[in-house]
């Protein structure tokens, strides 16, 4: 029993270990293919890689309004949409300082950022993203099309929505807490994108983990 035991534990070790290794090769200006199996909002997923392991993707020169804006709910919709459990080619362009990938996507040969940018339902990234002039173009035809959030008369960019409300003067609308989230994974990505700091509390004894109550740990 005990040789059985000390089997097993070796088998779950060596499978952990191949999925963080799996994770820690993806480097900028590599490419593989996945599929999406969680949608966090319009700009940020997990994907399964085939050939193993998760893998947290922020799209590249992209930015979608955030879930407590106007259309925010409406970005992570379509982005359901148009990858929630499809396979997809990722193209990772750099790695963020949290880990994540900033990649594209693109799914049945189409640019997953090129096609929420033209719905009017995501921002250029210009100042991550200058060379991208397709993006810039598709901004611009959304917005005089009043397209999406291009409707609004002045939408706030997601970049000054978080920069004011990231501190510790947010209301209580605006904040979030760990019911808000279904999955531990999802309230971890939430926290991460919000750092440095812990402005909605989701991380009670500091130890780096959001939301461990969830399921999903």
Same mark, same amino acid.
């Given at each position: 029993?005990?040789?059985?035991?000390?089997?097993?534990?070796?088998?779950?070790?060596?499978?952990?270990?191949?999925?963080?290794?799996?994770?820690?090769?993806?480097?900028?200006?590599?490419?593989?293919?996945?599929?999406?199996? =969680?949608?966090?909002?319009?700009?940020?997923?997990?994907?399964?890689?085939?050939?193993?392991?998760?893998?947290?993707?922020?799209?590249?020169?992209?930015?979608?309004?955030?879930?407590?804006?106007?259309?925010?709910?409406?970005?992570?919709?379509?982005?359901?949409?148009?990858?929630?459990?499809? =396979?997809?080619?990722?193209?990772?362009?750099?790695?963020?300082?949290?880990?994540?990938?900033?990649?594209?996507?693109?799914?049945?040969?189409?640019?997953?950022?090129?096609?929420?940018?033209?719905?009017?339902?995501?921002? #250029?990234? =210009?100042?991550?993203?200058?060379?991208?002039?397709?993006?810039?173009?598709?901004?611009?035809?959304?917005?005089?099309?009043?397209?999406?959030?291009?409707?609004?008369?002045?939408?706030?960019?997601?970049?000054?929505?978080?920069?004011?409300?990231?501190?510790?003067?947010?209301?209580?609308?605006?904040?979030?807490?760990?019911? =808000?989230?279904?999955?531990?994974?999802?309230?971890?990505?939430?926290?991460?994108? #919000?750092?440095?700091?812990?402005? #909605?509390?989701?991380?009670?004894?500091?130890?780096?983990?959001?939301?461990?109550?969830?399921?999903?740990?």
């Amino acid at each position: 029993m005990l040789f059985v035991r000390q089997c097993l534990a070796a088998a779950i070790l060596l499978l952990s270990s191949v999925s963080l290794d799996a994770q820690a090769q993806v480097q900028p200006g590599q490419t593989f293919s996945g599929r999406v199996i =969680d949608v966090t909002d319009g700009d940020t997923f997990g994907v399964r890689r085939s050939a193993g392991g998760e893998v947290t993707i922020r799209l590249h020169g992209v930015d979608a309004p955030e879930s407590s804006q106007s259309y925010g709910t409406a970005a992570t919709r379509a982005a359901r949409r148009y990858v929630g459990g499809k =396979d997809v080619r990722v193209a990772v362009e750099e790695i963020g300082r949290y880990g994540r990938a900033v990649a594209r996507v693109e799914v049945q040969g189409g640019d997953l950022g090129a096609m929420l940018i033209g719905d009017g339902l995501a921002w #250029h990234y =210009d100042e991550y993203a200058p060379n991208e002039s397709e993006y810039r173009r598709l901004e611009r035809q959304a917005r005089n099309a009043k397209r999406g959030l291009w409707s609004q008369g002045n939408p706030t960019p997601p970049w000054e929505w978080r920069d004011r409300t990231s501190g510790p003067g947010e209301t209580s609308v605006e904040d979030r807490d760990c019911s =808000d989230f279904d999955t531990q994974p999802e309230a971890q990505r939430f926290f991460e994108r #919000h750092q440095p700091g812990d402005p #909605h509390n989701l991380d009670g004894n500091g130890d780096g983990e959001a939301c461990e109550s969830l399921p999903g740990r």
